[in-house]
Nanobody, 122 residues
Framework: VQLQASGGGLVQAGGSMRLSCEVY???????FGWFRQAPGKEREFVVI????????RYADSVRGRFTISRDNAKNTVYLQMNSLKPEDTAVYYC?????????????????WGQGTLVTVSS
């Protein structure tokens, strides 16, 4: 499974941004997630979802502000980020694994897209 992330950049606090991750595997049916890594910090999960969309888990820090969605026709998963805060500044990664458990530990994810930097200015 190949993943291609895009959409990062600079935004002011309170603003919005949408990240995209194209999944180059039409037969994929596992778990998909967005993770992030801020400078000097460990990678953390942002949101994870089953490929059918029926199970979703958000990190407490983003719940109510971030939304995961997908366009199956384009095999693309999106992360809509609203009410951004400076503490959301990080490199964001899309990731996937072939199983069915909504792991929050990034070590369980085998497939990774390249990171895209999101910078939120205060």
């Amino acid at each position: 499974v190949q993943l291609q992330a895009s959409g990062g950049g600079l935004v002011q606090a309170g603003g919005s941004m949408r990240l995209s991750c194209e999944v180059y595997e039409r037969a994929f049916t596992g778990i998909f997630g967005w993770f992030r890594q801020a400078p000097g910090k460990e990678r953390e999960f942002v949101v994870i979802q089953s490929w059918n969309g029926r199970r979703t888990r958000y990190a407490d820090s983003v719940r109510g502000r971030f939304t995961i969605s997908r366009d199956n026709a384009k095999n693309t998963v999106y992360l809509q980020m609203n009410s951004l805060k400076p503490e959301d500044t990080a490199v964001y990664y899309c990731a996937a694994w072939d199983g069915s458990i909504l792991y929050t530990n990034s070590d369980e994810y085998f497939y990774w897209g390249q990171g895209t930097l999101v910078t939120v200015s205060s």
